[in-house]
């Protein structure tokens, strides 16, 4: 079957599920939403691009955007990283702070919150003004300089951070932060408000899919860090059900609670999909049963 009619029979088959599950409403600028929104782009390794739905629609990336800053903090050749940030999936929600007690301080992956907080401080230190390289970054492998910060969104976390600020100073008690934790949240709310659609999701995640090769031919990563933070992706991207989604769609997802989720087939294609109705581990519904469908369909899968 054509890309495009697959797209298209996916958007049908998961139209009964537009509008299931809640929207994100603990920052306030998300909760305003339209839970019957969908959309799914995938952009393939030879050059292939195929949407369908609402798949050029803006929306917040939010915790997708925690994939680009490990890849920046690897590219630096930075693995003093993994001295303060584990790789176990947390069985936990994304931002709990129970884990943290009893693990002194060290996240259990760079994913959850309390990990990706140790990422966004550690690209600070290695890069002074960390989003507005992702940002950068982001315009470019998704071939649109107009991507923007959804500021409304940011002062809207900004404002409803206190539990993002209680794991980030208990990091800090522990001697897990580098830099001052206002700054590290104003980073990383800031990173999490980029808006970016379904299309260009798609092409940023191509990287990802070529192996850690960016969008002029140039290296970025090693074969071996793509494969690694694939790897993480697949093992922690989903929280709490990243079991259940290796189960169902079988290849490495990583959601945001904006609704959208970016999932890679190594060596093929960049597969995101956007719904903002969310289950209660803070993942798409239409979208985790979307890729469900497009693994079924596609026969594509890591295992
Ligand atoms: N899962 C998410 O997308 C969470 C991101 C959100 N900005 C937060 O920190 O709570």
């Known amino acids: 079957m054509e890309m ?110 309390a990990g990706a907080l140790a990422v966004t401080d550690q690209l600070i230190s290695l890069t002074g003004d960390a989003v507005g390289n992702l940002l950068e970054f982001l315009r470019t492998e998704s071939a649109n300089p107009a991507l923007p910060i959804d500021d409304e969104v940011a002062i809207s976390e900004r404002a409803h951070a206190d539990r993002n600020l209680a794991l980030a100073h208990f990091m800090a008690s522990y001697g897990n932060m580098r830099n001052p934790v206002d700054d590290v949240i104003d980073q990383y709310v800031r990173q999490c408000s980029i808006a970016m659609s379904c299309h260009d999701l798609a092409e940023a995640g191509l990287l990802l899919a070529r192996h850690g090769v960016r969008r002029d031919g140039s290296g970025y990563l090693s074969r071996s860090q793509a494969k690694r933070i694939n790897a993480i992706m697949l093992t922690c991207g989903t929280y709490d059900a990243a079991g259940e989604f290796a189960y169902h769609v079988g290849i490495p997802g990583k959601s945001g609670v904006g609704g959208g989720i970016l999932a890679i087939v190594p060596g093929r294609c960049a597969v995101a999909v956007w719904s903002p109705g969310l289950d209660r581990r803070g993942n798409s519904v239409a979208g985790v049963a979307a890729l469900d469908h497009f693994t079924t369909l596609t026969g594509w899968s890591v295992f």
């Open 4 to 113: 495009s009619s697959l797209l298209e029979r996916i958007t049908d088959q998961i139209a009964p599920l537009r509008g299931s599950g809640e929207v994100a409403d603990y920052i306030p600028a998300l909760a305003r939403a339209d839970p019957d929104r969908f959309g799914i782009a995938v952009a393939e390794v030879d050059g292939g691009v195929h949407g369908a739905g609402d798949w050029e629609a803006p929306f917040s990336m939010q915790s997708i955007s925690k994939v680009f800053t490990l890849a920046m903090v690897l590219a630096e050749g930075d693995d003093t990283l993994w001295r303060r940030v584990g790789r176990e999936p947390s069985g936990n929600p994304f931002n709990s702070l129970v884990q943290l007690e009893h693990e002194r301080g060290i996240p259990r992956n760079p994913f959850i919150n």
